[in-house]
């Protein structure tokens, strides 16, 4: 495969929409809950019945206003609220509420760090406004027949988008892990693509390397995970070098990336070029804001990621990686933070958080608000390891079962009888036996064989069910060999 | 007790008098004898129980695009045919804690877009006054159920005029409120601007105690204003007879063209003459812009009815049509069937005035001649002047199916559309007849002004006494 990249640019801008996380729509009370029945979440407002008036939510514009702040925008006091006119069946006013030539934010930047590069760079962001989700068409539901899901339908949401700043497909991929980092410590969305609170839609043109003016870019949609956004950016951007290479000339169109062929087409015409017709909805006065409150906003903002790895770096000595780790969420960070503390050792919380945690998150998939064992938990495990109470193996025992039964490192061990077992005589007992058990090994080993060493550990160890201390065995066993 | 019952049924027979249906003046389009007696049974009880009331057993008729649970509402248009609301208007619910009891529901022109009444899918109301004659519109149905006696009081609602006129073809007192006084949670939207719910009375005084029995904040509308509203009755009882020593009435020259019917001018100048003589001091004043009030109010209500009305789809409610082969065609063969010529004709016109390119040329600009035309009024006010005096309409009531020019038409809202564009409140009271025709005047205040201006019209209306009817 030809490697464009040397002779083109990739340009990239992308358009994110997030769902706030509010207890109820965006202009009615209505449940925002995700998972409910079919149109149980509805009311006169959100199906749009003749009469009914939109009321703007004031936890979404709380929301929407902590995004922006952690995403450094220049917030505008006033906003306006238009209408976004075009049909569909699950748009049910025939117009959605979204915000058009006066956006609630302009002017927000995003400091990225693409893997493998040592430098940053600060990505633009044009916009942030506020929106109204649509509902859902479902098509496979009956034969030949479509049906509408409103629940949906004015969810709030906030779309962010970029200037055309991103230079390549992992660029995109970290910007968009970035930007849902920040998004989750301010704690505005749940920001998850598969539960569909984080939507992308990318623009990408080519260019020659050099050159200045913006090729014609393309809108690539249907990406449902960041990957997917890298891969298809990837995808549509050969696909564009090929054509300028050939001389041909990129048209301006909707890509629809298909996730099971890994290729882009050209989405049907249909679902392109609409004239919206925007105009300020009359239905809603501007949206006026307090500058004390948008200050008080400020300060209620907890520490951003770039904070509090700085923090974490300075404070626990924790490498690249380490932080990457315990500050991907900020729960994690939270957790790591408490477990840290309470434990004093960071790094071994680090990587009991990297390794033992992170499967045990994984194998759930729960996050970790929801984990029952809780930080100070967890820090009293670490120390009977640091104390030599538990053997690491006996401890990652003590971990599952305090997973599933709630109680304390303390209460588990003595109930497993896995408490490490440091006493001189009791170990030597147990090398006796595996010196009875293996009486060839033995005195190979009695003979200067040290490499069997391990195998003899082992043994006492097994023996032992876990709980001999690793470094005691090993002392003693040449003594008992004697 | 006995005696709110018996109002109100006599009212829900009078309501289902075929004299006043389809055959007759197609004044009502829906009763509910029924439910109307329900709820005057339980209006009974409270009043009996000793609940203060300002409206206790009082009988309203309301346009049918104003949502009530017990009877239909559809904008008498066939797109809402059978369309009963499952929740109701927040200008209905408050009326109904004050006593009122719902008892018809009224013609009207179709989605409120019209001046006569005859745009209504169900046929043309006639006026009681001269069944040969329209009642004006679109809030046709509901100036005719007052006049015809069915109701004492009445619902409408207004974007450029449509209770004023009617009221003043019908020879009923018509009030547009102050945009913002009453909620419009509940009023099927035309204009969203400009829309308000309005009142048709008997008397001026009732239409204040109803005005503000509906009056104050909303929080299902976000443009409903949280202005103290006025306790009834007793400012207005109080105005009754009263003179208008210290009141300035502003008489705008641009309201009294030359083209202006010699009749109606006559009425007018008899009634400034009653202004005077009550102790107003009466002075010419200029609201310049006032010319440019159709053409702007024709660029701005049907961009915002193009939008309003986009939610009539044929997918949630409304007769949709099934002959079809995909969604395109759905919309269009629902759409086209479901609406009828005039409303079409705004919708093209709205959606045309909003079209990229076509923006700023149309729909911004006539809100930035709004602005002007505002400021007209501001500047008056602002010069001492306490409430402006005009004719309601250029014409008395014309004859069922004489006007055919829509623009003609559109013209018959000179004189009202002005205090919709701005905001500002207005009534039309009845000021006397020609050969038997109703004339109506016309009396503005400023934002949220409404105590004065019910002060000026209850003066007028005691001063007129018989002569506002003769």
Redesign the interface.
Known sequence: MTDWSQKYEMVVGLEVHVQLKTRSKMFCGCSADFGAPPNVNTC?VC??????????NAEAVRLALRAAIALDFTINLQSVFA?K?Y?Y?DL????QISQYDEPIAVRGTLRVRTPGETATHDIAITRLHMEEDAGKSVHDRYPRK?A?DLNRAGVPLIEIVSEPDIRSAAEAGAYLRTLKQILEYAGVSDVSMEEGSLRVDANVSARLHGATELGTKTEVKNVNSFSAVERSLQREFERQCAMLDRGEVVRQETMIWDASRGTVRPARSKEESH?Y???P?????PLILDPDYVARLRHTLPEMPRQLRQRFATEFGLNDAELDAVTAESSLAAYFEGVARAHGDANAAAKWMMGELAAALNETGTGIRDFPVRAPQLAELLDMVRDGKLSHTAAKGVFATMRSSGKSAPVVAAEMAVTQVGDDSQIEQWIEEVFAELPAETSRFRAGEKKLTGVLVGAVMKKSKGRADPKKVNALLSKVAG | MRNIIDMTNDAAVRAADPQFGRDGLNIVVATNHESSLANAERVALAYGRGDAMSLPGMAIAVKD???TLDMP?T?GSRI?SG?V???E?TAITRLRAQGAVVVAKTNMDEFAMGSSTETSAYGPTRNPVDPARSPGGSSGGSAAAVAAGITEIALGSETGGSVRQPAAFCGVVGVKPTYGRIS??????F???LDQIGVFARSVRNAAIATYAMAGGD?????CADVPVPTTPEPVEAYRGRTLDGVTIGIPTEYFPPSLDADVRARCDVAIEVLRGLGAKIVDVSLPHTELAIPVYYIIAP??A??N?????G???GPRAADVSD?REM?QATRSRGFGAEVKRRILIG?YV???GY?DAY?KKAQSVRALITRDFDAVFASGVDALFTPTTPTPAFKIGAVTDPYEMYMSDIFTVTANLSGIPAISLPIGRVGGLPIGGQIMTRHFDEPRMFHVAAALEAALGGEAHA
Do not use: Q, W
Request: charged letters at 15%; one cysteine or more; proline letters at 11%.
């Open positions: 006169p199906l749009a019945l003749p009469g009914a008036l939109p009321v703007i209408r006119n049909f069946p049910p006013k025939g117009y479509t509408i004239d017709r925007y105009f909805d009359p239905d809603l006065p | 695009n104003i949502a509402t904008c809402l369309y609301s499952p929740y208007a419009r949670f509940g009023l099927v939207a204009g969203s601007s929080l299902n509308d976000s443009t961009a915002e193009s939008s009305l986009a939610r009539f789809d997918v949630r409610y969604l919309y959606t909003l079209s990229h923006y729909y």
